[in-house]
């Protein structure tokens, strides 16, 4: 069955780059139709979605947050890459990455996620 | 005004329905988006349950139970949720979902507690 499991540090400095790595199985990112998403969510807050990356390189970002994401992919190692720049602790949260298609439309299977601690 | 409006919370009674709705912004038409709907319990990862656009156009999620179920009402220009026979394990947070100009937008979530 499809999993995705989250990678990367738990703790950042301000002004640091967040990278987080995702990876995945039971599914390619080379096959038509297919995406993986990330989503976060702040201590006892709501989900906010970040970005997303298709099959064929078509991406997405969060319009407020556009300037500080960059999303990658690694077809080869199954793998999904989310940078963002500039941490302050306001991005302390649980990153999570999903599958998605583009038929769909929805994050129909989701990573435990992980927690990123942003502070000094 | 956020894109998307939940209340914060609901409860009900077990066996009984609840309808949980999610309300978009002014200006923003319910009946030209799908809306997608998520079940979180606590320390997990949410999970999918169904989009709904119309009855012709809607999903259910790989084993969710059919008394999950969408639906709209386009006169409060909000999409629902509704939980039918409720079981105490429904108790958890529920968001609603939409993808509106290419970015995926969540509404704030809704707290079921079955009483």
């Known amino acids: 069955q499809i999993t995705l499991k989250e990678s990367g540090p738990t703790l950042v400095n301000p002004t640091q780059t967040l990278t987080l790595t995702c990876t995945f199985s039971?599914?390619?990112?080379?096959?038509?139709?297919?995406?993986v998403g990330w989503i976060r969510q702040p201590p006892g807050k709501a989900l906010e979605w970040l970005a997303l990356i298709y099959w064929d390189d078509d991406k997405r970002y969060s319009p407020s947050l556009k300037s500080r994401l960059s999303i990658t992919k690694d077809t080869f190692k199954n793998q999904v890459v989310l940078t963002m720049t500039n941490m302050d602790p306001v991005d302390t949260a649980t990153y999570y990455c999903a599958h998605s298609t583009y038929y769909l439309d929805a994050f129909d299977m989701w990573g435990q996620g992980t927690m990123v601690t942003v502070s000094s | 005004q956020a894109v998307l409006t939940q209340p914060s919370s609901l409860s009900a009674s077990p066996g009984a329905s609840a309808s949980l709705t999610c309300t978009l912004r002014s200006g923003i038409n319910v009946g030209a988006y799908r809306m997608y709907w998520y079940q979180q319990k606590p320390g997990s990862p949410p999970q999918y349950l169904l989009r709904?656009?119309?009855?012709?156009?809607?999903?259910?999620g790989s084993g969710v139970p059919s008394r999950f179920s969408g639906s709209k009402d386009a006169s409060a220009n909000a999409g629902i949720l509704l939980i039918s026979g409720i079981q105490s394990e429904d108790e958890a947070d529920y968001y609603c979902?939409?993808?509106?100009?290419?970015?995926?937008?969540f509404g704030g979530g809704t707290k079921l507690t079955v009483l």
């Open positions: 039971a599914f390619s990112l080379s096959t038509s139709g297919v995406g």
């Open positions: 979902m939409i993808w509106h100009n290419t970015a995926s937008v």
């Open positions: 709904y656009k119309s009855d012709s156009d809607k999903q259910q």
